[in-house]
């Protein structure tokens, strides 16, 4: 009789648990990266859909009834609220509404990871908690009127997204002076693509969009990187020698760009969510007024919320984000 040849019961069990030692160090990574890749698809449609819906609209200022009394007991807001329901739900399927103090009701989670994971901070119920830079008083001036600490109201989609929508119904049209950012936000949603499923985090499954100016509005929907550039550069180096801001940020990581000046008022809206401006009070844009190393490009001050230009050579801090 022949002999024949065939692996051991130990042979097989050693087989099966190195397979299972590379699957458990594989997989997760691997979920990983399908996760991600099927939440930037979502994220770029819904960034889309919200554009075409608020470019439907004639104004975004003006909705809703905000009057603060003497005390919080004497305070009407009824903005955010009536914004979604008279306004937004006319030219955007909506699938429920959660008036203020009731976003939970929408699947929002009570809590979020700010960008890479920084810190774990309270999901924001009004326009102070979402950035109280934006009611420090700094920016009422003639030409820049005040905004409202209205409370966030929400709404889920029939794509499955819980988003909270904080309104400022006193929001202004845009201007080619130099201004201070914050009543140009008329529209600010943070959102979670799969409610309060996890893993709740700025930069993966939460994220924001800005509507800007009461009439002709831009919605930028910017996804900042995690940090800063290492050093503050000009915006436009005519030297060798020295790297400009767009080259920064290819040099930061691939896909990535310098944010243009309306990206960067979203940025500075959210700037607790993405933890920028902690380090540095300067950001360049990539909008460009004048061409030449003493031309004039835009930049955002993320220490009181003014908008203005600079000559290109200064240099001033970078943070780029996605393509």
Not at 99 to 125: H, M, Q, R, Y
Not at 141 to 162: H, M, P, R
Not at 165 to 193: E, I, R, W
Request: with cysteine.
């Amino acid at each position: 009789m022949k002999k024949r040849k065939a692996f051991t019961l130990a042979e097989i069990l050693i087989t099966l648990a190195i397979i299972g030692i590379v699957a458990a160090i594989t997989l997760p990574s691997l979920l990983v990266n399908v996760n991600e890749k099927a939440w930037d698809a979502q994220k770029k449609a819904l960034h889309a859909r919200l554009a075409q819906a608020i470019g439907q609209m004639n104004t975004l200022g003006g909705y809703g009834t905000y009057t603060e009394g003497e005390t919080d007991d004497e305070t009407v807001d009824t903005a955010a609220e009536s914004f979604i329901l008279d306004a937004l739900s006319k030219v955007y399927k909506i699938n429920n509404v959660c008036g203020p103090d009731k976003l939970s009701s929408c699947g929002l989670p009570s809590k979020i990871t700010t960008l890479g994971a920084v810190s774990e901070i309270n999901f924001p119920t009004k326009m102070s908690e979402l950035n109280a830079k934006l009611l420090n008083g700094n920016h009422a001036t003639s030409e820049d009127g005040d905004i409202a600490d209205t409370k966030a109201a929400a709404f889920e989609t029939v794509n499955g997204e819980s988003i909270a929508v904080f309104y400022n119904p006193l929001c202004s049209s845009d201007s080619t002076v130099a201004h201070y950012t914050q009543n140009k936000m008329c529209v600010n949603f943070v959102y979670d693509l799969n409610g309060a499923e996890g893993p709740n985090q700025v930069g993966k499954d939460v994220g924001f969009i800005t509507a800007l100016y009461n009439k002709n509005p831009v919605v930028v929907a910017p996804v900042a990187y995690s940090a800063d550039y290492t050093s503050a550069v000009p915006q436009y180096s005519d030297s060798e020698d020295r790297i400009d801001a767009p080259t920064a940020c290819k040099a930061t990581g691939e896909g990535l760009r310098l944010p243009d000046r309306d990206e960067l008022a979203s940025l500075f809206v959210n700037a607790p969510l993405i933890n920028l401006g902690e380090s540095n009070n300067y950001y360049w844009s990539s909008s460009i007024i004048s061409l030449g190393t003493s031309g004039l490009s835009w930049y955002q001050c993320f220490i009181n919320g003014s908008r203005y230009h600079n000559t290109r050579s200064t240099p001033i801090s970078v943070r780029c984000v996605e393509k």
